[in-house]
């Protein structure tokens, strides 16, 4: 949505448009929007080669190093304008970019919204409700769009099951319908022993 990833071809530059749900209202505000809009979704150190700031990498670099929060993913020049749902407990309605790009965030604990298109639509853990999957699928064709759900399934939905068996049917294609990322948190390198 800010135009600056590398990828940024399959999705406009400009006047895009998020949909960001998530399992209740509680989670956009300690989850998504945290995870967005402050400080430190991932960790930075200075190289010592070249003095610059860059991602740490803990296999090269180590526990011991010092080490900085990131600076906001969608950084606050960005923003033009946010509706705000519940400010006290940072639940924005709608985020608009300087780039017209739009973010809606919505709890999965209500009714999805009809008709509207989206260039994205992020699932983030596991929303239960089928009737938001069909609803919410059906914004993205117009625009070519994507839908990305992250989650660590613990109670194991229906429909997230669902996925990972059509993901397992169409690994290997071209074009799969859908794909799968496994990361496991004992293989990960930035949790220690």
């Known amino acids: 949505c800010t135009g600056t990833h590398p990828f940024w071809k399959k999705y406009p530059k400009e006047n895009g448009r998020i949909m960001c749900v998530a399992k209740n209202i509680i989670k956009i505000g300690e989850v998504i929007f945290p995870k967005l809009f402050k400080r430190g979704a991932f960790e930075l150190v200075k190289d010592a080669k070249t003095g610059l700031l860059r991602v740490w990498e803990p296999e090269k670099d180590g526990f011991e190093i010092e080490r900085i929060p990131s600076l ?5 020049r960005m923003i033009k ?14 985020v608009t970019l300087v780039n017209g790009w739009e973010l809606t965030f ?6 999805p919204p009809n008709g509207m298109e989206a260039d994205m639509v992020w699932f983030d853990e596991e929303v239960e409700a089928l ?50 990322f496994h990361f496991i948190f004992d293989d990960s390198p930035f949790i220690e022993e």
């Not at 906001?72 to 606050?76: F, H, Y």
């Not at 304008?81 to 709608?94: F, G, L, S, Y």
């Not at 919505?106 to 009714?111: C, E, L, N, T």
């Open 72 to 76: 906001p993913m969608i950084d606050e």
């Open 81 to 94: 304008a946010i509706a705000w749902e519940r400010k006290a407990i940072n639940v924005p309605k709608k």
């Open 106 to 111: 919505w709890s999965a604990d209500g009714k």
């Open 131 to 180: 009737e938001w999957y069909q609803e919410v699928s059906a914004r993205l064709p117009s625009r070519s769009g994507r839908f990305i759900w992250s989650a660590t399934p613990q109670a194991a939905s229906q429909l997230l099951w669902d996925l990972h068996e059509v993901g397992l049917k169409e690994k290997g294609k071209a074009r799969p319908r859908v794909e799968e």
